[in-house]
Structure formats: C-alpha cells, structure tokens
C-alpha cells in the first residue's frame, strides 16, 4: 500500500488528480482520500523532495492506493496531472506520521470512485 499526498490549487484540480489516479494511472484508491493540514504537508514535502514547496498549494489531500510504492510511482509518471503529486513510501519518517495524520483528517468531499461502478457492471455482463 502507498500513500499519495496530492497538493493542488483548487478543489477542482484535486478532484481531476484522484480521476486520473484511477483512470490514466491504474491505481486502486483504498477508502476515502482525506483533507490534511496545510503546515503539514508544507513540512513533509519539504523534506521529502528536499526543497521548498510551492507556497501557492490551497487544498493538501492524502490517499493511500492499493498498489506498492513502486507502481505508483510507475504508473503516476505516464500521466500528466493538474497537480503536484508525491509518493511517500514507506522508506521514509514521515510515512508513519503521515498515517496518523490521515486517520485523524476529515474526508475529502467531492470524491466519487469510477472504478467501483465499473467493476460492478463488470460482474452483471
């Protein structure tokens, strides 16, 4: 399992990146992606990417998807996203505390799966 931390400028944008998450990049969303603290995700990506961030990011939004680290990292880099997206693996410190951080969040509202509609017209035909 992977956790995708997605910061984007707008609500749309996220939205349009957790699509294409499932969509273009193939990758199964496990539960519900989460709302996070802005200071947060201002430190972790600073020190996961090792520079300073955008400071132009309004909505932090974390996910964790189905598939292993490096898939993700795979499968995100053929898509062309609205949104600056990291793949925190679980290599790093703040895997663990990005995990806390995102059972303690609020659910980001908006997101509506297209995989699990599909997997159920799937199985009816």
Do not use: C, W
Request: charged letters at 35%; aromatic letters at 6%; hydrophobic letters at 35%.
């Amino acid at each position: 399992m992977a956790l995708i931390l997605i910061r984007a400028m707008n609500k749309k944008k996220a939205l349009n990146v957790l699509a294409d998450l499932e969509r273009h990049a193939d990758l199964t969303i496990v539960g519900k992606p989460k709302t996070v603290s802005l200071d947060k995700v201002f430190d972790v990506t600073k020190r996961v990417i090792k520079q300073k961030p955008r400071d132009d990011i309004k909505v932090p939004v974390l996910v964790k998807v189905e598939e292993s680290t490096t898939t993700s990292i795979v499968n995100i880099k053929k898509t062309h996203p609205p949104a600056h997206i990291i793949v925190v693996s679980e290599e790093y410190p703040e895997y663990e505390e990005l995990v806390k951080e995102y059972d303690k969040a609020k659910v980001f509202d908006g997101y509506y799966s297209s995989k699990k509609n599909s997997k159920k017209n799937k199985k009816k035909k």
